[in-house]
């Protein structure tokens, strides 16, 4: 069982910046795939980012490819996501996501609370 607990989230303008965190509890956390994803007002909950175990991969929706990174720190149970260059449609509520083998999938084991970010113009 992992539960996750978001932080980071708020109000930006655009052209802005923001860096989520996404606490974990438990201790293997190392061993989940961890991963972003965001949902916004009247749309279905969208995949951003994902981090391997060990953080040597990550991938990217194509819309924050350049903008967006993730990372993670094992020592702190933690994932990041330093949100870059922050538009308007970037407004969404942002969640955590972990899962033993795929993140990307859409279906993760673990979700977070979520944590809402606005952008406004």
């Known amino acids: 069982q992992v539960q996750l607990v978001e932080s980071g989230g708020g109000l930006v303008q655009a052209g802005g910046s923001l860096r989520l965190s996404c606490a974990a509890s438990g201790r293997t956390f190392s061993s989940y795939v961890m991963g972003w994803y965001r949902q916004a007002p009247g749309k279905e909950r969208g995949f951003v980012a994902a981090?391997?175990?060990?953080?040597?991969?990550?991938n990217y929706a194509d819309s924050v490819k350049g903008r967006f990174t993730i990372s993670r720190d094992n020592a702190k149970n933690t994932v990041y996501l330093q949100m870059n260059s922050l538009k308007p449609e970037d407004t969404a509520v942002y969640y955590c996501?972990?899962?033993?083998?795929?993140?990307?999938?859409?279906?993760?084991?673990?979700w977070g609370q979520g944590t809402q970010v606005t952008v406004s113009s």
């Open positions: 981090i391997s175990r060990s953080a040597g991969s990550t």
């Open positions: 996501a972990a899962d033993p083998l795929v993140v990307s999938d859409g279906k993760p084991a673990y």
